[in-house]
């Protein structure tokens, strides 16, 4: 009844598991697959990094822009939303937005409801930007989909 929880992170949120609890034991099958999944995913990224770098913009840039776009229900965000989506601390946002505003990408403004909080939009030159590194990216989703298709198939169910 008192067990402890560990608490890990996921894209699906967090997940809770008696810390006491041993995992199941993990097949050969199941290490190659991770291993090869992974694989597949740095290989996503590095063409992902390229194509920012190639639009000149470092990658952080690139998924701040695309944070920003994609954020459910609004055309702009907050420096703190963003930064949960980004993973990274608030100040460190705060230096990337000012980056991102000096290269003319995004624009700032106060909430007029709390003046404390400062709402983040792209400006028509970074919709340009996005809307040409998105297609590429979606080009090579599509591509790379069949065979992560696959590879999570080969994970063994519980």
């Known amino acids: ?21 041993t995992p199941r034991p993990i097949a050969k099958a199941d290490y190659v697959a991770l291993a090869e999944f992974r694989f597949a995913l740095r290989k996503f990224l590095d063409f992902s990094q390229g194509a920012a770098q190639k639009a000149g913009l470092t990658p952080q840039q690139h998924q701040a822009l695309l944070a920003i776009k994609g954020f459910a229900g609004a055309d702009e965000v907050t420096v703190s939303e963003l930064a949960e989506r980004l993973i990274l601390r608030h100040h460190s946002v705060v230096e990337l937005v000012d980056r991102l505003a000096r290269l003319g990408l995004v624009r700032r403004r106060s909430d007029s409801e709390d003046q404390r909080r400062v709402l983040v939009s792209l400006t028509t030159k970074a919709e340009r930007l996005l809307n040409g590194l998105s297609a590429t990216h979606l080009e090579e989703i599509h591509r790379l989909g069949p065979y992560l298709a696959s590879l999570l198939s080969r994970f063994g169910k519980e």
Do not use: F
């Not at 009844?1 to 609890?21: E, I, Q, W, Y």
């Open 1 to 21: 009844m008192g067990d402890k929880v560990k608490r890990t992170k996921s894209l699906a949120g967090p997940t809770a598991r008696p810390a006491s609890t």
